[in-house]
């Protein structure tokens, strides 16, 4: 095991604060010789550092990957670099020179961009290196197939065993900021079961549990439908705490009754929105931090088109899209999402007077 030492960085902006703040102090990144990794594993490449993806990428490094990064922000590059980690200035120049390549972006517009735009991890003719992709960002399922569907026609410029194709998994992830961080998160995977085994190691690097959901798709379909469940079961608990304080029983007696009963849910044990009930969650502390209203609204939007595709009814992630919607119209879409408690039901904190 090695012990590096990195000074500590100047934070960046908000969306990729994950340096310590100080200047003068100085902290350290336990990694791990990368010697116990398999050769085809050791060389990752990293695209799309933000909140997630910055977090997943030291972890790698702690672990004991060999990265090589790139972002459109040259600032959180020159934060990489200046933790001893390769940057490149194109995502094909990091395709040129990873066996492994994870994606974390925004949308399936940036991911595509990304694969297939002009220097993009595609670029350069049919030969490529990297014998495996991994896209853990949000999107829709529809855009993972095909983008499954697009690598499966390159050529590796290595066979990898009897591999002559790249293999490309979608992964995208439960757990927020604070689970990237930790190292918690939950990877929901989609595309060749092989390789999913095959990166196993890589998945557990950065987070506790890897699913595997079936063939390209269904990981981007599974991320989609665990967000929408946890929409609306918020909004449930929402509503009915909301109502209890209106009919005068507090929101710690029904939270109570909710965590020993039928009501029980990850929004009322884990997460609960009512500012007072619960320690260390965002309603805590006045609903900053967690998973923002907007990214809400983007995964609602994933869903209703996922449901219009097919042809499912989807009376619940429309009205959650709607509220969720209204949320950000009305200046709350960077706060957390379980603010609807506050500023759709107008419900009261549990410190307040009833
Ligand atoms: P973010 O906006 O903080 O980070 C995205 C990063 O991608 C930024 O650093 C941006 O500069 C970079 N980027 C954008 N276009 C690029 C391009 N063309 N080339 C290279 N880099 C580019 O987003 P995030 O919060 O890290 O989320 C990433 C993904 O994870 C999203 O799909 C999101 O829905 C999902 N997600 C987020 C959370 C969360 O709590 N933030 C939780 C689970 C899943």
């Not at 200046?82 to 040129?96: A, I, L, R």
Request: charged content about 15%; hydrophobic content about 35%.
């Amino acid at each position: 095991m090695v012990i590096c030492r990195f000074r500590s960085l100047l934070s960046l902006s908000k969306t990729n604060s994950f340096f310590l703040s100080s200047p003068s102090t100085s902290f350290s990144i336990r990694t791990f010789s990368s010697s116990h990794i398999p050769q085809h594993l050791q060389n990752v490449g990293f695209v799309g550092l933000g909140n997630m993806g910055s977090r997943m990428a030291i972890n790698l490094v702690k672990a004991g990957y060999k990265l090589t990064v790139y972002d459109i922000n040259s600032d959180v590059l020159k934060k990489f670099s200046q933790m001893g980690v390769s940057t490149k200035k194109t995502p094909y120049e990091v395709s040129e020179a990873s066996d492994v390549i994870i994606t974390m972006l925004p949308s399936s517009a940036h991911v595509i961009d990304v694969y297939t735009g002009p220097n993009g991890l595609l670029h350069g003719g049919k030969l490529l290196r990297p014998w495996l992709f991994i896209d853990s960002s949000t999107i829709d399922p529809q855009t993972s197939t095909n983008l499954s569907a697009t690598i499966s026609k390159y050529t590796l410029k290595e066979k990898k065993g009897d591999q002559e194709t790249p293999a490309k998994l979608e992964a995208p992830v439960s757990g927020s900021v604070i689970a990237a961080e930790a190292g918690t998160l939950t990877f929901m995977v989609g595309g060749s079961e092989e390789a999913f085994v095959a990166a196993k190691s890589i998945f557990f690097s950065m987070g506790k549990s890897a699913i595997y959901c079936g063939g390209a798709g269904s990981g981007s379909a599974a991320k989609i439908c665990n967000n929408l469940a946890m929409a609306v079961s918020m909004l449930g608990v929402s509503e009915a705490l909301a109502l209890g304080q209106s009919l005068g029983v507090s929101a710690t007696t029904l939270t109570k009754i909710f965590n020993c009963s039928s009501a029980r849910c990850w929004s009322s044990d884990a997460y609960n929105p009512v500012p007072g009930v619960m320690e260390g969650v965002p309603s805590s502390r006045d609903y900053n931090g967690g998973f923002s209203s907007k990214l809400m609204v983007k995964d609602l939007n994933l869903a209703v088109e996922s449901a219009k595709h097919a042809e499912c009814k989807y009376p619940l992630t429309s009205q959650a899209q709607k509220i969720y919607s209204e949320l950000c119209n009305g200046g709350h879409e960077a706060r957390d999402f379980s603010c609807a408690f506050r500023h759709y039901y107008s419900g009261m904190d549990e410190n307040q007077d009833h």
